[in-house]
Structure formats: structure tokens, C-alpha cells
């Protein structure tokens, strides 16, 4: 049996023959928000779909956008050329808020400032923007029902469907069906209500997934839309070995659940997957699937808490997680795969509520678990606020954004420059304005001091359009519509100020765990309030 250590190396070593950079690199780190010492972690939990799974966008998202517009056109009635629609899987991204009323895209700062806003694919000017959304004596909350959040992979594909819908109804309104044409508000003072659209195409996507189709493509070709990553067997050895529970608490029921971990456990990419030997579940303690997260960490919660058949899919009554015998059988046996000469090493569950979890893995407080999941509402929020559990998010795009964090390292340092002089030469025409309006100087030096005013005006201006046209390439750099992920202007973005309020660690990819040790304490860095780091500039 290999230790620590040995998991470790193999982990590296996989890591290098795919030409790979060292653990050192900074896209393969964890960040911590709260510190958080993993000698008092005895359970780490994995979310299973964009966590464990890695979908790949161009397929897999690309292949849910052009069922769903099946679903709108056959199903909800709407026109047939939204069938030759395109998916462009790059437009949209994580941390926008979508106006379902107005059908506008929103990015907004930290504090909730709208930055930037598109209707459909256009831009509202800044006027307008500040009009719509920067007028109001409230802040506004932009929660349900009138707003969404697009905080989860998964919904990329129908909020680029929805904008596409938004300038396609501004052009011809007549041409979708009569139930999604809401009458104009007049208390917004817009022509039409995007809401029952935004509706439908919800609709549509749940069809999409309860008829199966997505998730027998999956099924049929898992390596078309699953990455397969090589570290996530090391990874899942390594957490075993130090003696850690592992679970699984999925909202993916069963057979998709089976089908998804059969191909990722596997020791290359080249095994063949085989999805009726179960082998997978010896990685785990618990697998928990069809939970119906967030509902399954709310303590009001009342559902059923099923034992699955692993062989049949067949589901039994259980009394918090203890068989209930059918009448004139009192052998639990023979429902289980054991009657199959199957050998099951963990349990596999549906529904059910934390609490359950808890009870079946021992586990007395929930600051002993780690759990692990890309939804920064479902996975990281309420888990951390109900059952207190310890959390980290994964963020797939956190690779490329360090990487492009770091090429602009030497514009960010320029456009610094620029603001600070910038901020010198507006202090120097204030103070000559000050001086001008007191009458201080003679006729002359009047006339000196006016000129000088008009000459520092003129280099503020200059170097207000330079820092403006660097900053649009810094922006475009990350992403051509909607700039950096963590950011807005120079402030976080309301999607980091998320991760940094609701996640104790942050990475990029789950297996990053292979990187640190099993009895690592991360710790949070520094935090300094703007007059100290300026104190620390001198």
C-alpha cells in the first residue's frame, strides 16, 4: 500500500507527462479566503457535475443549446428559424445578471454597481445604463423574481439563447408565440416583458433534461463531452489513505451518476469503461444522488431517503437510511447487488437531507467536512450557512484568467502610473482654480496662471484618453465583451466578491488537491485597508 508520499509522486509524475508546469505554478493552487487546517477535516465531499466532471463547453453545452431550441420550436411553439441558430460557447460567462424584464446582460462591481450592461448583444450606453440602473435611492438587490443569476457553467448555453431571443423579438415581435408576448411594463417604461421568454427557455431546458437525450449522448460517447482528468484517481487514493471520508452528494440521479464516475475512474483514458462492475464506488464512502441541492442542506427539508439498487436502479424505503423490510420479507439482501454477486463496498442513496449524511458517516459537527462544488449558490452557499460545512469552489476559468492576469502585469503597473498622475495634475488644477477664484495673483501672472490651468487640462485629458484605450485592450485581453472574471474597472466583481465571501479555498480544478499535502492548514493572506497599502508604497 503507498503512502502519502508515494500518491503524491504519482500525481506528479502524471502531472509532467502531460507536459505540464511544476505544483508551483500559480494556475494549480489553492486560495484561501478562511483559513482552514485539513488535520480537522475527517470527511471531503465531492459535487459530481462540472467538479469531478469537467464538461467540455464546445460540445457538451453546444449540444444542451440546440435541444433546448428543439424543445422552444416543437414543444412552446416559437418560430422555426431559431433551428438554424449557432452556439457560440465563448460569449457568455459566469457572474452576470440577467434582467429578465428588460433582457438585459448586467456586470456589476462588488458593491453592486452596474459597470456594464448589454441588451441582447448590444451595449447600452453609459447614460442609459446610469438612467436604468444607477438612479434608484434603494439599492437594489437584483434577486428573483425579476433578475437570475448566471453563476453555474450549465447556464451559459441558455442565457446566450436568451439573448439571441431578445434581439430576434425586438425585430420581429409578432413572431413568437402569443403566451410568451407579456404586455409592455409600463411602470419600467418598456416596450416588451423578456420574463415569460426567459420562462420558456427554462422550460425548454428541463425537457431537455428529463427526456433523457442529454445524458444518453453522454452516455453513448463520454469522452465527446467529459474530460478525463489522470490526477483524480491519485487524488482520491491519496484523501482515502490519510484516512478521510469521501462522499459524493449529486443532484444527477443514479444511472447518470454510474455512467459519469465509471469513466472518470479509470487508471488511464485508454481502459476500457465498464459501468456494471461498480468498481468506482470503492473510492467512496457515501454516494448521495438525485439530493436536490440546495434543498438538501435546508433542516425543514421533508423527502424521501431511498436506498438504490446498484444493479437495477431500483429504489427502497428506508428509515433514515435503515432498510424497511417488505411485508413477508425481513431480508434486505435481496435487493441489494450482493444477490447479483456484485460486491458493493459503499452505499448509494437518493434524496434524503443532510442530516442523513451526517448520521451514516458518524460525522458530530459540520465544520469536520470539506465539500467541494462549482455552484456558487447550491454547493458553496448554502452548504457553509446551514450545516456549517467547510467549502471550496471550483472555478475552471481561474486557469486562463492567472494566466492573463499575469501577461498584463506590466499594463496594470502603467495604468497605475497614469492614475496616480493623473490624480497629481487634477489636485494641481483645483488648487489653481482655488487660487484663480481668490484673486491672488496680479493681471499678469492672471494670465500666466490661466494658461498654466489650460496646459495641465490638456495633459489631463491626453492621459485620461491614453489610460482609457489601455484599459479597453487590458478588458478585451480577457474577454472581448466582458472583460476580466474577478473584476469590474478596479473594483471585484460580484462574482469574486461571492467566492471570497461564501468560500473558505478556491482552485481551479478539483485534483489540485494532489498538490498539497493531506495535513496542509491553508491560511488566508494579509488584509490591508486602502491607507495602509499605501503607507506600505513608501
Same mark, same amino acid.
Given at each position: 500500500?503507498?503512502?502519502?508520499?508515494?500518491?503524491?509522486?504519482?500525481?506528479?509524475?502524471?502531472? +509532467?507527462?502531460?507536459?505540464?508546469?511544476?505544483?508551483?505554478?500559480?494556475? +494549480?493552487?489553492?486560495?484561501?479566503?478562511?483559513?482552514?487546517?485539513?488535520?480537522?477535516?475527517?470527511? !471531503?465531499?465531492?459535487?459530481?457535475?462540472?467538479?469531478?466532471?469537467?464538461? +467540455?463547453?464546445?460540445?457538451?453545452?453546444?449540444?444542451?443549446?440546440?435541444?433546448?431550441?428543439?424543445?422552444?420550436?416543437?414543444?412552446?411553439?416559437?418560430?422555426?428559424?431559431?433551428?438554424?441558430?449557432?452556439?457560440?460557447? @465563448?460569449?457568455? !460567462?459566469?457572474?452576470?445578471?440577467?434582467? +429578465? $424584464?428588460?433582457?438585459?446582460?448586467?456586470?456589476?462591481?462588488?458593491?453592486?454597481?452596474?459597470?456594464?450592461?448589454?441588451?441582447?448583444?448590444?451595449?447600452?450606453?453609459?447614460?442609459?445604463?446610469?438612467?436604468?440602473?444607477?438612479?434608484?435611492?434603494?439599492?437594489?438587490?437584483?434577486?428573483?423574481?425579476?433578475?437570475?443569476?448566471?453563476?453555474?457553467?450549465?447556464?451559459?448555453?441558455?442565457?446566450?439563447?436568451? =439573448?439571441?431571443?431578445?434581439?430576434?423579438?425586438d425585430e420581429y415581435p409578432e413572431k413568437i408565440p402569443p403566451a410568451a408576448r407579456a404586455k409592455s411594463d409600463g411602470e419600467l417604461s418598456i416596450p416588451f416583458n423578456f420574463s415569460q421568454v426567459y420562462k420558456d427557455i427554462r422550460a425548454a431546458v428541463d425537457l431537455c433534461h428529463r427526456d433523457g437525450t442529454l445524458k444518453q449522448a453522454v452516455a453513448e460517447q463520454p469522452s465527446k463531452y467529459?474530460?478525463?482528468?489522470?490526477?483524480?484517481?491519485?487524488?482520491?487514493?491519496?484523501? /482515502?489513505?490519510?484516512?478521510?471520508?469521501?462522499?459524493?452528494?449529486?443532484? %444527477?440521479?443514479?444511472?447518470?451518476?454510474?455512467?459519469?464516475?465509471?469513466?472518470?475512474?479509470?487508471?488511464?483514458?485508454?481502459?476500457?469503461?465498464?459501468?456494471? @462492475?461498480?468498481?468506482?464506488?470503492?473510492?467512496?464512502?457515501?454516494?448521495?444522488?438525485?439530493?436536490?441541492?440546495?434543498?438538501?442542506?435546508?433542516?425543514?427539508?421533508?423527502?424521501?431517503?431511498?436506498?438504490?439498487?446498484?444493479?437495477?436502479?431500483?429504489?427502497?424505503?428506508?428509515?433514515?437510511?435503515?432498510?424497511?423490510?417488505?411485508?413477508?420479507?425481513?431480508?434486505?439482501? $435481496?435487493?441489494?447487488?450482493?444477490?447479483?454477486?456484485?460486491?458493493?463496498?459503499?452505499?448509494?442513496?437518493?434524496?434524503?437531507?443532510?442530516?442523513?449524511?451526517?448520521?451514516?458517516?458518524?460525522?458530530?459537527?459540520?465544520?469536520?467536512?470539506?465539500?467541494?462544488?462549482?455552484?456558487?449558490?447550491?454547493?458553496?452557499?448554502?452548504?457553509?450557512?446551514?450545516?456549517?460545512?467547510?467549502?471550496?469552489?471550483?472555478?475552471?476559468?481561474?486557469?486562463?484568467?492567472?494566466?492573463?492576469?499575469?501577461?498584463?502585469?506590466?499594463?496594470?503597473?502603467?495604468? $497605475?502610473?497614469?492614475?496616480?498622475?493623473?490624480?497629481?495634475?487634477?489636485?494641481?488644477?483645483?488648487?489653481?482654480?482655488?487660487?484663480?477664484?481668490?484673486?491672488?495673483?496680479?493681471?499678469?501672472?492672471?494670465?500666466? =496662471?490661466?494658461?498654466?490651468?489650460?496646459?495641465?487640462?490638456?495633459?489631463?485629458?491626453?492621459? /485620461?484618453?491614453?489610460? $482609457?484605450?489601455?484599459?479597453?485592450?487590458?478588458?478585451?485581453?480577457?474577454?472581448?465583451?466582458?472583460?476580466?472574471?474577478?473584476?469590474?474597472?478596479?473594483?471585484?466583481? /460580484?462574482?469574486?466578491?461571492?467566492?471570497?465571501?461564501?468560500?473558505?479555498?478556491?482552485?481551479?480544478?478539483?485534483?489540485?488537491?494532489?498538490?498539497?499535502?493531506?495535513?496542509?492548514?491553508?491560511?488566508?493572506?494579509?488584509?490591508?485597508?486602502?491607507?495602509?497599502?499605501? %503607507?506600505?508604497?513608501?
Amino acid at each position: 500500500m503507498m503512502n502519502n508520499e508515494s500518491y503524491y509522486k504519482e500525481a506528479m509524475d502524471k502531472d +509532467k507527462s502531460m507536459g505540464r508546469t511544476s505544483p508551483v505554478d500559480m494556475k +494549480k493552487q489553492i486560495f484561501c479566503n478562511r483559513t482552514l487546517n485539513m488535520k480537522s477535516i475527517i470527511a !471531503v465531499g465531492f459535487d459530481m457535475d462540472y467538479t469531478l466532471a469537467q464538461y +467540455k463547453s464546445e460540445t457538451f453545452e453546444t449540444m444542451a443549446y440546440h435541444g433546448t431550441v428543439k424543445k422552444l420550436v416543437y414543444d412552446l411553439g416559437y418560430p422555426k428559424e431559431l433551428l438554424q441558430w449557432n452556439f457560440d460557447w @465563448n460569449y457568455m !460567462v459566469r457572474g452576470l445578471v440577467l434582467d +429578465k $424584464r428588460r433582457g438585459n446582460f448586467l456586470k456589476m462591481d462588488r458593491h453592486k454597481y452596474v459597470k456594464l450592461a448589454y441588451h441582447g448583444f448590444s451595449e447600452l450606453p453609459r447614460q442609459e445604463r446610469s438612467a436604468t440602473y444607477g438612479n434608484s435611492p434603494f439599492q437594489q438587490a437584483y434577486d428573483e423574481p425579476d433578475y437570475a443569476l448566471i453563476d453555474t457553467l450549465f447556464s451559459l448555453a441558455e442565457a446566450y439563447l436568451f =439573448a439571441q431571443l431578445v434581439e430576434f423579438i425586438d425585430e420581429y415581435p409578432e413572431k413568437i408565440p402569443p403566451a410568451a408576448r407579456a404586455k409592455s411594463d409600463g411602470e419600467l417604461s418598456i416596450p416588451f416583458n423578456f420574463s415569460q421568454v426567459y420562462k420558456d427557455i427554462r422550460a425548454a431546458v428541463d425537457l431537455c433534461h428529463r427526456d433523457g437525450t442529454l445524458k444518453q449522448a453522454v452516455a453513448e460517447q463520454p469522452s465527446k463531452y467529459i474530460h478525463f482528468d489522470p490526477l483524480l484517481l491519485p487524488m482520491l487514493k491519496m484523501l /482515502r489513505e490519510s484516512g478521510r471520508l469521501t462522499f459524493i452528494v449529486t443532484n %444527477s440521479l443514479w444511472d447518470y451518476t454510474n455512467v459519469v464516475m465509471s469513466y472518470l475512474c479509470r487508471n488511464s483514458e485508454l481502459d476500457k469503461i465498464n459501468s456494471s @462492475n461498480f468498481d468506482w464506488l470503492n473510492y467512496f464512502d457515501l454516494v448521495i444522488t438525485g439530493s436536490a441541492k440546495p434543498g438538501f442542506f435546508a433542516e425543514e427539508k421533508r423527502c424521501g431517503f431511498f436506498e438504490v439498487d446498484i444493479s437495477s436502479g431500483m429504489l427502497m424505503n428506508t428509515d433514515n437510511g435503515t432498510p424497511l423490510p417488505q411485508v413477508g420479507d425481513v431480508d434486505f439482501r $435481496r435487493f441489494s447487488a450482493s444477490k447479483n454477486g456484485i460486491k458493493q463496498p459503499c452505499r448509494v442513496f437518493q434524496g434524503g437531507k443532510v442530516q442523513h449524511l451526517h448520521r451514516l458517516l458518524g460525522i458530530e459537527s459540520g465544520s469536520q467536512v470539506l465539500y467541494i462544488g462549482d455552484h456558487i449558490y447550491g454547493d458553496i452557499l448554502r452548504s457553509k450557512k446551514k450545516p456549517g460545512w467547510r467549502t471550496m469552489l471550483v472555478i475552471p476559468e481561474l486557469e486562463q484568467e492567472l494566466e492573463l492576469f499575469h501577461q498584463t502585469i506590466p499594463t496594470r503597473k502603467e495604468l $497605475r502610473l497614469l492614475r496616480e498622475k493623473r490624480d497629481i495634475i487634477e489636485d494641481q488644477i483645483e488648487q489653481l482654480n482655488f487660487d484663480i477664484r481668490s484673486s491672488k495673483y496680479s493681471d499678469d501672472n492672471h494670465k500666466a =496662471a490661466l494658461s498654466k490651468k489650460e496646459g495641465l487640462e490638456a495633459e489631463r485629458d491626453r492621459i /485620461r484618453d491614453l489610460h $482609457r484605450d489601455i484599459l479597453r485592450k487590458c478588458h478585451v485581453k480577457f474577454h472581448e465583451t466582458w472583460g476580466q472574471l474577478m473584476q469590474t474597472g478596479y473594483q471585484s466583481s /460580484r462574482f469574486a466578491n461571492q467566492v471570497e465571501r461564501f468560500a473558505c479555498l478556491y482552485t481551479s480544478q478539483v485534483t489540485n488537491l494532489c498538490y498539497y499535502s493531506t495535513e496542509k492548514s491553508f491560511r488566508t493572506t494579509e488584509d490591508f485597508m486602502p491607507h495602509e497599502l499605501k %503607507s506600505l508604497e513608501i
